[in-house]
């Protein structure tokens, strides 16, 4: 059965995960901001609630000592009550600046610093009525219904649970003073978010998997997105093949002016053809300026015939020499012996001498 075009069955590219960064669009779980948030909440709560009782305590007292003297008419009742929540928000403002901090912290530690704007843009996808229904029942919104009611559940059971277990504390309350049974609620309060606490915890770490999970599958491409992306980013393969050509034919160009300065061109005779320039004050040993075959090679020696090249049939050098000497490149030790013994033929037509380091 032939492939669906747009399924999606391919992992994703490095500029796909990058693009969707850029967007804001990142695998992460509110599950672990709330648990990070909750422990560091309580744990706060633990270390000071000395102090924040002392000082709840002392603005309490200090409350109800001037409460006598405020005048219900004018101003006065409104400065009294400003300065009441001014003086509450910042006894409680080392509490806030910590679950804050927390929570910042609890998303750079699963996706690291990200910065868009993209989120707060209008999408008026967003409001499409059937786009939304599809989400209603998609496999993220099925987890985020099984998440409310998890925690509904947990809360309510731990809470019952504990109070339950309290029973026979809860009856004696009556004798004690209203600071005892302060701080025997307090107790009970924090024990039932200590629980309630480690098993958001499991709870975070289920969530945080099944987010990653999900946001990989979002990312997935079909193989035609990823074709397209390559286009986008390579180029179309048709223009780059057509630039491989081009670039091909002026390398070939470059190589073909330099046959006339040529000392040799080996053949095969008929099916290869390579040039030789050898210059005592450049190089140590020839260096093969062109090479070819079949109508390179019938190339090569038509302009080596029309600038009066020797052409010298070796057919084992002319097969060697192609094989594993690239245009530019300097002949291997192991030709110089049969290459020194062709440019001492053709020299001897030129009437020129041969330099000893050629011939070994």
């Known amino acids: 059965m032939a492939e669906d075009k747009g399924s999606k069955t391919e992992q994703p590219t490095s500029k796909r995960r990058t693009d969707a960064r850029k967007k804001g669009q990142v695998g992460k779980s509110m599950e672990v901001n709330t648990f990070a948030i909750l422990l560091a909440g309580i744990l706060t709560l633990f270390f000071a609630s000395a102090t924040l009782y002392g000082q709840l305590n002392g603005m309490t007292a200090d409350i109800l000592a001037k409460v006598g003297q405020i005048s219900i008419e004018g101003g006065d009742f409104f400065a009294f009550f400003n300065n009441c929540i001014g003086l509450t928000?910042?006894?409680?403002?080392?509490?806030?600046?910590?679950?804050?901090?927390?929570?910042?912290?609890?998303?750079?530690?699963?996706?690291?610093?990200?910065?868009?704007?993209?989120?707060?843009?209008?999408?008026?996808?967003?409001?499409?009525?059937?786009?939304?229904?599809?989400?209603?029942?998609?496999?993220?919104?099925?987890?985020?219904?099984?998440?409310?009611?998890?925690?509904?559940?947990?809360?309510?059971?731990?809470?019952?649970?504990?109070?339950r277990g309290e029973m026979e504390n809860i009856l004696p309350l009556g004798e004690f003073s209203p600071a005892q049974i302060g701080y025997y609620v307090i107790r009970v309060s924090f024990e039932i978010f200590l629980k309630t606490c480690w098993i958001f915890a499991v709870l975070a770490v289920l969530d945080f998997v099944f987010q990653k999970w999900q946001f990989e599958r979002d990312l997935r491409m079909s193989k035609e997105e990823i074709k397209e992306e390559l286009k986008q980013?390579?180029?179309?393969?048709?223009?780059?093949?057509?630039?491989?050509?081009?670039q091909r034919e002026m390398a070939r160009r470059r190589m073909m002016a330099k046959v006339p300065q040529a000392d040799v061109v080996v053949t095969n005779p008929l099916h290869l053809a390579v040039a030789l320039f050898y210059d005592p004050e450049q190089a140590e040993a020839?260096?093969?300026?062109?090479?070819?075959?079949?109508?390179?090679?019938?190339?090569?020696?038509?302009?080596?015939?029309?600038?009066?090249?020797?052409?010298?049939?070796?057919?084992?050098?002319?097969?060697?020499?192609?094989?594993?000497?690239?245009?530019?490149?300097?002949?291997?030790?192991?030709?110089?012996?049969?290459?020194?013994?062709?440019?001492?033929?053709?020299?001897?037509?030129?009437?020129?001498?041969?330099?000893?380091?050629?011939?070994?």
């Open 89 to 163: 928000g910042l006894i409680l403002a080392p509490l806030f600046l910590v679950i804050f901090c927390v929570g910042i912290l609890a998303n750079l530690l699963q996706i690291g610093p990200v910065f868009s704007a993209d989120p707060l843009k209008p999408n008026l996808s967003k409001i499409n009525p059937l786009k939304g229904f599809s989400r209603l029942f998609s496999a993220r919104a099925l987890m985020d219904l099984f998440k409310s009611i998890a925690k509904i559940i947990i809360i309510g059971a731990t809470a019952y649970l504990t109070v």
């Open 233 to 246: 980013t390579e180029g179309d393969p048709l223009v780059r093949s057509r630039i491989r050509s081009v």
């Open 286 to 360: 020839p260096v093969v300026v062109a090479k070819g075959q079949a109508l390179i090679a019938e190339k090569i020696k038509a302009i080596a015939r029309e600038h009066q090249v020797p052409i010298v049939e070796n057919k084992p050098l002319a097969q060697a020499l192609y094989k594993s000497v690239e245009v530019g490149q300097i002949i291997p030790y192991m030709f110089y012996q049969a290459v020194a013994e062709i440019l001492a033929y053709v020299y001897r037509l030129k009437g020129k001498k041969v330099d000893g380091r050629a011939g070994g």
